[in-house]
């Protein structure tokens, strides 16, 4: 096998080892088993909230802890030893958190529709859309905490210290509705607020919000390059 | 066959020059060791060798590649043991042995690595439960699995035990005897005088010394004591004329003779002449840590900041 795949499959035996991974399925599940009592029958705002929560926890929680911990423990430097790059590490570990995420929204819509009696996502292709844009997104994010994080533990500090405000302005923690006018605005254009209204229009087969898709596109991007300039590999 | 070539590197941090115009070579199939204090540029070196930093001035040949434009071909023929480089916490052993085995062109059979660095046993281990020892011997078998040419391993025995420390020397030993070349870091002295065909001494940047452990030893040139308790009256006269004795001093029962050179041989043969048995004969025997004062002027536990 090529140092390349191989270096998939044993990265991730290590992200199901890793018990970060239960955290961040366990939390949404346990927030729409909970909640889901006072939603009525065709309800899609808990799921598309529940769904955020995951890919936020993946994102700003997973993502940049084991980067992070990568290049404080050398694994970077040693791999920029051999043939194979720090890049494909990077990268492979980008992909397999981004199936993760997907493997836990695809289970948060399941258990959804199934059990709690959601409505089925309306529209597929917006629900990809958006699924797919604000992931880059708040991962962008990810990336930028674990480029500049001093440590493993230093980012998964940080990264837990940025998902709470981000959730509160996302409306995770409370309906929108209930929010502060202000801080209910400030927060549609975080990575989290955007990312949950998206889905949410998808799923409910509300129409589509160009503008939200167009500023998670451009939050991936700068915030992307950003990362990219200041990682340091040691 | 010179397998490494390091002519004038320079490499500078800020304006502190790390590493200031060092010139060596290794020839195929030896244990060479860079040894010195911390902060005197023995890491920077490997590391420019390694392909791990890029050298300010100088040349740098290992396996005749250029270690900068050359590195992803170089990577396949070197291994590489870094200080303060771990694995993930819950990767088990033969899953970084197979791993990293399918990162080279023809890797050596892993499982036999296993075997050879006694890691049979804890082959499904994760790497957080194992020994300082045992994480050790795991490095080094990842710096072989890609059947390196030349393999550099950088303060191997740091925190280890001395049981376990000796274990490891005899297993790197085992690496040269397989025909590759080693490069071995090392700021303890004991270590460098076990293993090393040959030192370079590096002290501020600079290389102070290159030779055989047991040139250097010898190369220092001061006054080596003996001392012994005599069991029957003698004359010092009977040793003031021998070859390379400076003076001979009494203090209560004991005999100090201060000498140079091979002049203890001397000493004890004069005695048995003379009849004179001794007892409690010692020898203060030279180290590299005479040479390392000798050579720098400083004790070789003096710690530069950088």
Known sequence: MTGFSKLAKVESKLLLRDPSAIFSMAVPLFILVIFSGGTSPGDTALPSMSMTIAVGLVGLYMVPTTLATYRERGILRRLSTTPVSPGALLSVQLILQLVFALLASAVLVTVSVVIFQAALPARAVAMVTAFLLGTSAIFAVGLLIAATAASGRAANGIGVLLYFPLAFLGGLMQPKEAMPELLATIGEFTP????????????????TQPLLLAIMAVYALLIGLVAARFFRWE | MAVIEVNDLVKTYGRLPVVNEVSFSVEQGEIFGILGPNGAGKTTTVECAEGLRRPDSGSIRVLGLDPVRDGRELSHQVGVQLQ?????????????LDLYASF??????????????????????????LSGGQKQRLFIALALVGDPKVAFLDELTTGLDPAARRVTWELIKRIRTGGVTVVLVSHYMDEVEELCDRVAVFDRGRIVALDTPSNLISAVDADQHLRFRPLAPFDDALLMGLPGVVSVTRSGDRVIVTGRGDFAGAVTSALARGHVPVAELRVGRHTLDDAFVALTGRAFGTQETR
């Not at chain 2, 303060?84 to 970084?96: F, H, M, Q, R, T």
């Not at chain 2, 660095?117 to 957080?128: E, I």
């Open chain 2, 104 to 129: 080279y062109r023809a890797p050596k059979d892993w499982r036999e690595l296993l075997e050879e660095w006694g890691l049979a046993d804890k082959r499904q281990a994760r790497f957080a439960t």
């Open chain 2, 84 to 96: 303060e480089s771990l694995l993930p916490e819950n990767i088990k052993v033969w899953e970084a």
């Open chain 1, 192 to 207: 989290l607020g955007l990312f949950r209204q998206a889905v949410h229009d998808a799923w409910s087969g509300a129409a």
